[in-house]
């Protein structure tokens, strides 16, 4: 692990750190905040997994999180939302390839080589973060979009790893909108009871994860009809008696401006759970 930057932020550190990746085969790069009280001893991490198109960069420049985990001790780490590279596999599209991982282990040439990028968030960037940081074993996740769909699935998957979870404006039935088609036909086949894994709306009721989800969403993001359809993850809640505090907000988009209006109140959330 090769530490790339390091700059002054709200009494810590913001980082961008850079490995080689033995899950992804390639080198990645990512954004770690550490708070002033990693100088008394360690802290509760809090991953954020960033949506289409974005790099780690995004989250760290326009999100607002590092004032908040300043405020409550806790580290914050961005990783990249896919393997890049000119070895790497690619599509011309925004939404699919370099850039859109979706957070799932690919089954399917030509992406299986290196697109795990389940694997890579929940198992080995962890593990790296645990021997180069002064971290804890109280973990949390939230994300946006694509991410905020990763933050509900790794969760609800591995309530072991994240003992608190939340999203923004994420894509919670993958399996039944234009982006989660088109992304898991690619990565794991046409054989959708494999897509199961990778459905929020499928873990709800049948994942070990029972934390209480916290959701927000912008009731102008032009993505909401056909993309993210909230609607369906609190049917699955409802159904499951899982835990959903979802929140509907007139006017707000799907940006950047959105995410950081309401960091704070998620960075809270997690710091409940993570104390």
């Known amino acids: 692990m090769e530490r790339v930057s390091s700059q002054a932020c709200f009494g810590g550190r913001q980082e961008t750190w850079q490995h080689e990746s033995s899950v992804l085969g390639v080198s990645m790069r990512l954004g770690v905040f550490v708070p002033p009280q990693a100088a008394e001893g360690p802290c509760p991490v809090l991953w954020f997994l960033s949506g289409l198109t974005c790099t780690h960069e995004n989250v760290v420049t326009k999100g607002g999180f590092q004032r908040h985990c300043a405020e409550h001790g806790i580290v914050f780490v961005a ?62 996740i939230t994300g946006h979009s694509m991410g905020g769909h990763g933050a509900l699935v790794l969760g609800l998957r591995h309530p072991e790893r994240y003992r608190s979870v939340s ?16 992304a898991f036909s690619a990565y794991l086949g046409p054989n959708r009871s494999r897509w ?19 959701v927000d969403q ?16 609190r049917g699955a809640c409802e159904a499951a008696g899982h835990p959903l505090n979802l929140r509907l907000h007139d006017g707000y988009d799907h940006s950047y401006f959105f995410v950081s209006t309401f960091a704070g109140d998620h960075v809270a959330h997690h710091a409940r759970q993570l104390a």
């Open 79 to 140: 990783p990249d939302t896919s393997p890049r590279g000119d070895a790497v596999a690619d599509d011309p599209a925004y939404d699919l390839g370099q850039g859109a991982g979706f957070y799932v282990d690919a089954t399917e040439a030509p992406w299986a080589p290196h697109y795990r990028m389940h694997t890579y968030v929940t198992e080995e960037l962890p593990a790296l973060l645990a021997a180069h940081a002064p971290v804890t074993d109280h973990h949390g």
């Open 167 to 182: 999203a923004f404006a994420p894509i919670v039935a993958p399996s039944q909108v234009p982006w989660g088609e088109k």
């Open 196 to 214: 199961e894994a990778y459905d929020a709306c499928e873990l709800v009721g049948s994942g070990p994860g029972r934390q209480p989800l916290l």
């Open 218 to 233: 912008g009731l102008a993001d032009g993505f909401l009809a056909e993309q993210l359809q909230p609607e369906r993850l």
